[in-house]
């Protein structure tokens, strides 16, 4: 080197020891040079001649930080006699920054910077850089993608809503399946999806206290999904940690700075109870912001014109605060239409923005239902007759519909939505579903005992115990004697019992335990949410578990107990839907055995009239009743008086409940059910995503692609079983790349069907978050950037330089456009030599990968800075040759965002003319996103990921 070319204040490295850092000039005297790196705090002095140093110098578009930690973007680089300035930008203004300035790390984006700098890895890292694009760039593009790697059966109801949903930005949706089918699975699919996308980063579950530790549980082991508890004991705990000093500031000068404890976590889970019962939570909760939001057991969001529930009040001013809203109930209905309607109204307020228009729209779903069947029988043609009432539900629409390619789906979609519930409920039943065990109703009329006389205490409902001391009920109740005998009767069976009241369920359980000897665990709102759990895991438990589980109705919602058959309603609801939430806790996926509902009640009593309506008149306990609710509107004053005592209207109220169940249900089988069916699993639609999915799963890809992954982070792997293995820290583990790997090493399996039989083994699939972090930390850092290879083969001779060149798609935009999923990454792979020969086809990346073999480091060093031009000479080339490949991922993205953004648009526009509500800013916000998209596509551009210099011998 020429001594001329070293002027102090210029900025070189080392590259035989690239972690000194950046160096700086310091002198320059006689042959000798003397750097100082401040990264390493080092000074060395280099003979000029043979200094293994590299001159730094950064290119327009890169980072560059400065000593004081500021980070800009260069725009051009100016030569000031020997020593560059960069004019660069902070996001606002240009400045001039002299190289002088620069942080004593060296941070390169470009590849070939990189190599210069001494920054190139082993060959097998650009190996793994390219497939993990080429992964990513497949997996992005897969109807599958978000919905790979749960830990769950493939139920094609429970993955149609998922993929439907989770799709959509901030999804809005009522998830209504009947009890039992997976809601929780649904959801947590949506959930998985919308994370592993980044459609959402933050979201929160509400539930009920009793399923608090379920969700916790199945999130995290069937997908991977860690959320943080915030009770009133982790809140308390996060506030003490806001010091007195912060909190006298923020006394003095307002709150914003104050400790929030649903920020302390992305993902969080609390109680419903726990945001009534505390104010400052609410608002903590509130300001704190989703993207996702989930409310289980919705139908507590009780609602009507005269009055709002505190539960609705809240959940209505989170969902304000959400992006995304998923209500979960089985029984949307079970408090009235009145609130069903409330809660589609947080969902989707531009569609359902009057009760009275609703309840009138539910009148014509049968005309509706008439004329969809019409559509799809004859996808050819409308009848005149059709093509008028289309006419008068869609009006201009119309025409604009029957327009497009596939018109007629398109009109069905449209008649869904603006006349239905279509976009916003999914409800999946039993009775299309199909194959689900059966429930066997076992009635057990027992006498009415002197201490539930009538004649001497009057009526006493359906829980007479409630009104007499507790030991003698226990002596003298016969369903008390009827249960012990019964349980005894069945051991080992298990068997749930479910009584109305908490007193009820303690007393029983007490005297199973201590006077029967009956091995039984109570499951009540006074024990704490730890207990609560403990016990239904000692009824869970196979071997030393209790036979019976006493529950009072808070054991009736959201709970699974599948592995039972045995049922006791000790006694019965007054509500049709909470009996069906009574059932469901057996009646639902995993369930083998059909169900024995035992049913013992006191004659002449109201329970012996609730049996009867439950069972004469709504035949409730063998089937799913969805119309109970409706049916109890009509019938509610004869109910009452024949609860009340009144014999005669027993048999005339059993006969006009069965009537309009009959009715009803056929009304519904006709008209909304065949509507919401329609939209809830097109089976078609189900299959063909359940079979991409496992052609992802079931690909060795996944395995082997880790393998060459552990092989460059250093992660031992050991065979374990037939696809399983040991996975362990090596000795040249590399922490920073693999997440979730315990120092004592982790068993996986690769198989979905072993990992619901192994819930030990992690299940590695392409969505796995040790998969997904090793995938973001190669693309995210310098790793396999840049590498030097060499290759041997006669027909190159000895000498010859070509560079593999990899490039992606960058769309810089903002996150809410995610414009990943019309733009995805597109990696293309050029090599060419020095004259600008483009190779690609004659030397494939795996032809390549086979004949190259690394180059000594040392040797590479010295290798570098002689073929310096060459290589900047070859940059240039691959860059020529890749630039024409942009305009057709543009022009397909183009497309896309026209086919995302502007039914949205439309639809808006047709819900307008009948909802006045939807203000012209909404649609004029949705077309300023679909501009926004436009613009950020037609900006996007071809980035340089990664080169391999290949030279031969
Ligand atoms: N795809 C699946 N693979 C394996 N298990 C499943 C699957 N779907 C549901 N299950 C199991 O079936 C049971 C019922 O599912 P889940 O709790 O999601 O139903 P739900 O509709 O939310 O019920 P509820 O109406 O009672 O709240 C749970 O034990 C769940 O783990």
């Given at each position: ?45 280099y ?40 004019h ?6 240009i400045?001039?920054?002299s190289?002088v300035?620069?942080a ?23 190996r ?134 649903f ?49 609705y ?9 959400s992006?995304?809203l ?67 539900w ?86 008390v ?82 592995f ?8 019965l ?87 309009e169940?009959?009715?009803l ?21 189900a ?173 590479a ?60 800013e909404?649609?004029?916000?949705l ?27």
């Amino acid at each position: 080197m020429e001594t001329s070319e070293f002027v102090i204040g210029q900025r070189w490295v080392s590259h035989s020891d690239t972690a000194l850092g950046l160096g700086i000039v310091t002198d320059v005297s006689g042959r000798r040079v003397t750097l100082g790196f401040p990264a390493a705090d080092e000074e060395r002095t280099y003979a000029i001649d043979n200094a293994p140093l590299s001159r730094i110098i950064y290119q327009q578009g890169e980072d560059i930080e400065t000593f004081a930690g500021e980070h800009y973007v260069v725009h051009a680089v100016e030569d000031l006699n020997g020593v560059l300035v960069y004019h660069a930008d902070d996001g606002e203004t240009i400045h001039q920054i002299s190289e002088v300035k620069l942080a004593g790390s060296v941070n390169f984006s470009a590849p070939h910077q990189r190599l210069f700098a001494g920054q190139f890895d082993r060959n097998g890292a650009f190996r793994l850089r390219v497939s993990t694009l080429q992964h990513l760039d497949r997996l992005r593009a897969s109807p599958a993608q978000g919905l790979i790697g749960a830990r769950t059966q493939h139920l094609p109801h429970q993955l149609y809503i998922a993929q439907e949903v989770a799709r959509r930005h901030a999804p809005r949706v009522l998830l209504a399946d009947e009890v039992g089918l997976g809601k929780t699975i649904e959801a947590g699919l949506i959930l998985h999806y919308q994370l592993h996308t980044g459609r959402a980063r933050r979201a929160l579950i509400v539930v009920p206290d009793s399923l608090i530790h379920q969700w916790l549980v199945e999130m995290l082991r069937r997908f991977n999904l860690r959320f943080s508890i915030v009770d009133q004991s982790r809140y308390d705990d996060i506030k003490a940690q806001e010091n007195d000093v912060d909190a006298l500031m923020n006394h003095i000068f307002g709150d914003d700075d104050r400790v929030n404890p649903f920020e302390a976590d992305q993902l969080v889970l609390c109680s419903l109870d726990f945001l009534v019962r505390s104010e400052q939570a609410r608002n903590d909760a509130l300001s704190a912001g989703w993207d996702l939001m989930v409310v289980d057991e919705a139908h507590h969001l009780a609602w009507s014109p005269e009055q709002i529930s505190p539960e609705y009040d809240v959940v209505e001013s989170l969902s304000a605060a959400s992006k995304g809203l998923l209500l979960l109930t089985a029984t949307p209905e079970q408090v009235g239409v009145a609130s069903h309607f409330a809660r589609l109204r947080l969902l989707d307020p531009a569609r359902f923005h009057d009760l009275e228009a609703f309840r009138q729209e539910e009148q014509q779903y049968e005309s509706i239902n008439k004329v969809v069947r019409r559509l799809l029988d004859t996808p050819d043609s409308i009848s005149a007759d059709d093509q008028a009432a289309l006419a008068n539900w869609l009006g201009d629409e119309l025409d604009e519909l029957l327009a497009r390619e596939d018109a007629h789906q398109a009109v069905i979609d449209a008649l869904l939505d603006r006349h239905g519930t279509g976009r916003v409920l999914f409800r999946n039943t039993r009775a299309a579903i199909q194959g689900f065990p059966a429930r066997q109703p076992l009635p057990e009329p027992l006498p009415c005992p002197p201490l539930y006389d009538a004649a001497r205490y009057g009526n006493l409902g359906l829980a007479p115990e409630q009104s007499a001391d507790e030991e003698r009920w226990l002596a003298e109740d016969p369903r008390v004697a009827w249960l012990e005998k019964k349980l005894t009767g069945l051991r080992p069976a298990k068997v749930v019992v479910i009584c109305a009241r908490a007193d009820t369920a303690m007393a029983l359980e007490r005297y199973l335990q201590l006077r029967a000897g009956i091995r039984s665990a109570a499951f009540h709102e006074h024990l704490s949410l730890v207990e609560r759990d403990r016990a239904a895991a000692y009824f869970a438990d196979s071997e030393q578990g209790a036979q019976a589980l006493i529950c009072s109705e808070i054991g009736s919602e959201g709970r699974n107990f599948q592995f039972a058959h045995h049922l006791v309603l000790f006694d019965l609801p007054a509500n049709p839907d909470l009996l069906e939430q009574r059932i469901g806790r057996l009646d639902r996926i995993g369930q083998t055995e059909s169900i024995c509902v035992h049913i013992p009640y006191l004659q002449g009593t109201s329970q012996e009239v609730q049996y009867r309506w439950f069972q004469d008149g709504l035949n409730a306990f063998a089937e799913s009743c969805a119309v109970g609710v409706a049916v109890h509107e009509q019938v509610s004053e004869q109910w009452q008086q024949a609860l009340d005592g009144d014999a005669t209207v027993l048999e005339p109220l059993l006969a006009a409940s069965a009537e309009e169940t009959g009715r009803l249900k056929t009304l519904l089988h006709n008209g909304r059910d065949a509507l919401i069916e329609l939209n809830s699993c097109r089976r078609d639609e189900a299959d063909a995503l359940i079979a991409s999915i496992e052609q992802e799963e079931s690909s060795a890809q996944v395995r082997d692609y880790m393998v060459q992954a552990f092989d460059i982070l250093g992660v031992d792997i050991e065979d374990h079983s037939d696809h399983a293995d040991v996975l362990k820290p090596g000795e040249q583990y590399q922490a920073g790349h693999v997440a979730e790997l315990p120092e004592d090493g982790l068993t996986v399996t690769w198989e979905r069907e072993q990992a619901l039989q192994r819930e030990d083994m992690a299940f590695m699939s392409w969505e796995h978050p040790m998969v997904t972090g090793i995938m973001d930390s190669v693309t995210s850092s310098g790793l396999g950037k840049a590498a030097l290879a060499n290759l041997s083969v006669k027909a190159l001779p000895a000498g010859t330089l070509l560079l593999e060149a990899l490039f992606a798609v960058h769309c810089p935009a903002p996150e809410s456009l995610q414009l990943t999923r019309y733009l995805p990454v597109s990696p293309l792979r050029l090599v060419v030599d020095v004259n600008g020969r483009d190779l690609t086809n004659a030397l494939p990346h795996d032809r390549l990968n086979e004949l190259c073999s690394n180059i000594r480091r040392r040797t590479a060093q010295a290798i570098v800075p002689r073929i310096r031009t060459e290589v900047e000479t070859m940059v240039e080339h691959v860059e020529q040759l890749a630039a024409p490949h942009l305009s057709s991922l543009q022009e397909r993205a183009l497309a896309q965002v026209e086919a995302g953004f502007v039914p949205e648009v439309r639809r808006l526009e047709a819900l307008q003319r009948v909802n006045p509500a939807i203000r012209d800013e909404e649609i004029a916000y949705l077309r300023g996103q679909l501009n926004a998209a436009r613009e950020a596509v037609g900006h996007a551009s071809l980035a340089l990921e990664g080169i391999r210099v290949i030279v031969t011998s």
